[in-house]
């Protein structure tokens, strides 16, 4: 047989050859026996001594183009083994026919979501939050509040010490007196942050919660301006229908003061058998007050030339009566399923 038709015949053997050899081992040995150092191109190669010479690079050259040729199918059918292998990987790990069950997503706290959603209302209002020290000076807390240390309040304050003069604050005001202190008038400013009180725990106490201050200060500012914003943040996160109404108190860093109601979002105000107001229609969400000419004088501000408004309120206290939850305790207790109703 000629060598061209020889070599043909080999590349066509091996093509059929290739179709039934279905794994990496019978593609390793039809490679020996092909190309291999006995195999049976090596042994075409060895008709070659036999030819004249002057034939003998041709036929070299025919030799060697074989050679590519069935290189080139073994790899083709090397490619087609690893893609049946893939596939058959992908059967059997890659089931498309899986319910696609979506990885379950977290949800913002209702203590955090009611704190947004306060701090939000009050920066569209051009008010900047700040955050302060959980742990901060008497005077702070107390001194600079108009607060002198013999006075009563201090009781109500009453507080975890670390030093005589230094404790966890009970409240957020002490934010107001920093905040002045750092920045000349105006200024409107909200502080949400985390107060501490020694307070037995039961379904209205924690020793530890949060409250969101506020405070505005500059001149001509006056009642109605505390009045307005709070109806706004009561509306932000109670519906539109929300009014407040103030009841007179004693702060002795505001002067007048008073404690914020707002109407019961449980019944509408209309109470009766209102289980969230108890019946009166109104729910108590914070004290607030012009602050006191003694305070803006503590931080250096004139008391003639600014007037101010400030107001604190306890966020699970509104976060409570926003989802109507019956125990504070609830906030802490960490459990799925309570957290994942307000989610
Ligand atoms: N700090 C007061 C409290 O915790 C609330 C308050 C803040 C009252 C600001 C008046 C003005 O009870």
């Keep these: 047989m ?18 039934s050899a279905s794994d990496e081992r019978a593609l390793e040995e039809l490679r020996i026996a092909y190309l291999g150092r006995s195999g049976k191109i090596t042994e075409i190669r060895r008709g070659i001594g036999k030819l ?10 025919s030799i060697n183009d074989a050679v590519a040729g069935l290189e080139a199918q073994f790899a083709a059918a090397q490619q087609g083994i690893e893609l049946r292998k893939l596939d058959a990987e ?14 379950p997503l977290g949800s913002f706290h209702p203590i955090r979501k009611t704190i947004d959603d306060a701090c ?19 005077r702070h807390n107390f001194d600079a509040l108009n607060i002198p240390p013999d006075h009563p309040a201090r009781e109500g304050f009453d507080s975890f010490y670390l030093r005589p ?4 604050r009970p409240h957020t005001s002490p934010m107001q007196i920093r905040a002045m202190e750092a920045y000349p ?11 501490y009180r020694r307070d037995a725990v039961d379904a209205r106490h924690l020793y530890q919660f949060n409250q969101i201050e506020g405070l505005q200060v500059g001149e ?17 996160l109670f519906g539109p229908r ?7 108190s004693f702060f002795p860093f505001t002067e007048p003061s008073a404690e914020i109601d707002t109407t019961c979002p449980g019944c509408g105000g209309g109470g009766e058998s209102c289980r969230t107001c108890g019946g009166s229609g109104w729910i108590e969400i914070g004290g607030s007050g012009m602050v006191h000419p003694n305070v803006l004088r503590a931080v250096g501000y004139d008391p003639d030339v600014v007037s101010g408004w400030a107001f604190g309120c306890g966020i699970e206290r509104l976060a409570m009566v926003r989802y109507d939850i019956g125990d504070i305790r609830e906030f802490i207790w960490n459990e799925p399923s309570f957290l994942e109703q307000l989610a």
Aim: charged share 20%; proline share 9%; with cysteine.
């Design 52 to 61: 004249p010479p002057d034939e003998r690079p041709t036929a070299g050259k």
């Design 165 to 168: 003069d230094l404790l966890l």
């Design 220 to 236: 001509g500012i006056h009642f109605g301006h505390l009045r307005g914003m709070l109806t706004g943040m009561c509306r932000e």
């Design 242 to 248: 929300q009014e407040v109404r103030f009841r007179p």
């Design 2 to 19: 000629a060598l061209h038709d020889q070599l043909s015949a080999l590349a066509a053997e091996l093509a059929s050859a290739l179709t």
């Design 120 to 138: 939000t209302y009050f920066v569209r209002h051009g008010f900047a939050v700040l955050l302060g020290p959980e742990v901060d000076t008497t």
């Design 90 to 103: 992908l059967e059997r790990t890659l089931d498309v026919t899986l319910w696609n069950v979506p990885a």
């Design 185 to 195: 008038p105006p200024i409107a400013i909200v502080v949400p942050g985390k107060c």
